[in-house]
């Protein structure tokens, strides 16, 4: 089971976090997450249920993470380990993660896949996505993995569809000439774009593309294996 205690910041004042594992009394709270980040008119079916929770906690519980504050879970993020082979890069988010049921877990698998992130908007501003990303940093180099790995939307794009191809746009945030809400926040918590694929989510303002983005593992030893 995962569990770190540390301050972070809502402006200057110094807010006490847990990040841990999170079990199935946190239920409640997880969906709640879920509620406030997605209301109506969002479909609730597409919220997390309990059956995909309980799948999380029971096949891989070192990738259900959730932050704690005030006695309370507001973030949490998922993953499941998968064998990734680059050679067959294309797949969509329900494809990959069984719909969030993560049921395709393969406990022997080299890359830990993050199916969700999630944070309560009134803690957004304290920084609580690169924290969880940082802790799943900490799973991958702790089960000795190759690397973690995820599609992120680039909801941006949809501003510039007009004017450019998905391939461009993509270009134009690594280079600075434009900041995209995900892919931009993921650059920072330090994943590298693999591939962008299409298909990957039903997602107006991505067109339904998403970047894939890794993060590998530094503490593996170099090789030409992907």
Same mark, same amino acid.
């Not at 790995?149 to 280079?175: K, N």
């Given at each position: 089971m995962y569990r770190k205690e540390l301050y972070v910041f809502d402006r200057e004042r110094p807010v006490k976090a847990i990040v841990?594992?999170?079990?199935?009394? %946190?239920f409640p709270g997880l969906i709640q997450i879920q509620q406030e980040s997605f209301p109506p008119p969002f479909p609730s079916e597409l919220w997390w249920n309990e059956?995909? #929770?309980d799948n999380h906690v029971t096949l891989f519980p070192q990738g259900a #993470?959730? @932050?704690?504050?005030? $006695?309370?879970p507001v973030a949490s993020s998922t993953a499941l380990l998968i064998d990734w082979d680059p050679s067959d890069a294309d797949?969509?988010?329900e494809q990959i993660t %069984?719909? $969030?049921y993560i049921a395709n877990h393969r406990p022997g698998g080299n890359t830990l896949y993050i199916v969700d992130i999630c944070a309560a908007p009134a803690y957004r501003k304290l920084g609580l996505g690169k924290l969880l990303m940082q802790s799943m940093y900490e799973v991958v180099v702790a089960l000795n993995l190759k690397r973690l790995l995820g599609g992120g939307r680039i909801p941006g794009y949809h501003l510039h569809a007009g004017e450019m191809s998905p391939e461009s746009y993509a270009e134009a945030v690594l280079a600075g000439a434009l900041k995209d809400p995900v892919m931009t926040f993921l650059l920072r918590c330090g994943r590298t774009p693999v591939k962008? @694929?299409? $298909?990957y989510l039903e997602d107006e303002e991505s067109l339904n593309y998403a970047m894939l983005m890794e993060w590998r593992n530094p503490f593996r030893e170099a090789s030409n294996e992907y």
């Amino acid at each position: 089971m995962y569990r770190k205690e540390l301050y972070v910041f809502d402006r200057e004042r110094p807010v006490k976090a847990i990040v841990r594992s999170y079990t199935r009394e %946190d239920f409640p709270g997880l969906i709640q997450i879920q509620q406030e980040s997605f209301p109506p008119p969002f479909p609730s079916e597409l919220w997390w249920n309990e059956a995909q #929770l309980d799948n999380h906690v029971t096949l891989f519980p070192q990738g259900a #993470l959730c @932050v704690e504050i005030d $006695g309370r879970p507001v973030a949490s993020s998922t993953a499941l380990l998968i064998d990734w082979d680059p050679s067959d890069a294309d797949h969509s988010w329900e494809q990959i993660t %069984d719909r $969030g049921y993560i049921a395709n877990h393969r406990p022997g698998g080299n890359t830990l896949y993050i199916v969700d992130i999630c944070a309560a908007p009134a803690y957004r501003k304290l920084g609580l996505g690169k924290l969880l990303m940082q802790s799943m940093y900490e799973v991958v180099v702790a089960l000795n993995l190759k690397r973690l790995l995820g599609g992120g939307r680039i909801p941006g794009y949809h501003l510039h569809a007009g004017e450019m191809s998905p391939e461009s746009y993509a270009e134009a945030v690594l280079a600075g000439a434009l900041k995209d809400p995900v892919m931009t926040f993921l650059l920072r918590c330090g994943r590298t774009p693999v591939k962008l @694929v299409p $298909g990957y989510l039903e997602d107006e303002e991505s067109l339904n593309y998403a970047m894939l983005m890794e993060w590998r593992n530094p503490f593996r030893e170099a090789s030409n294996e992907y």
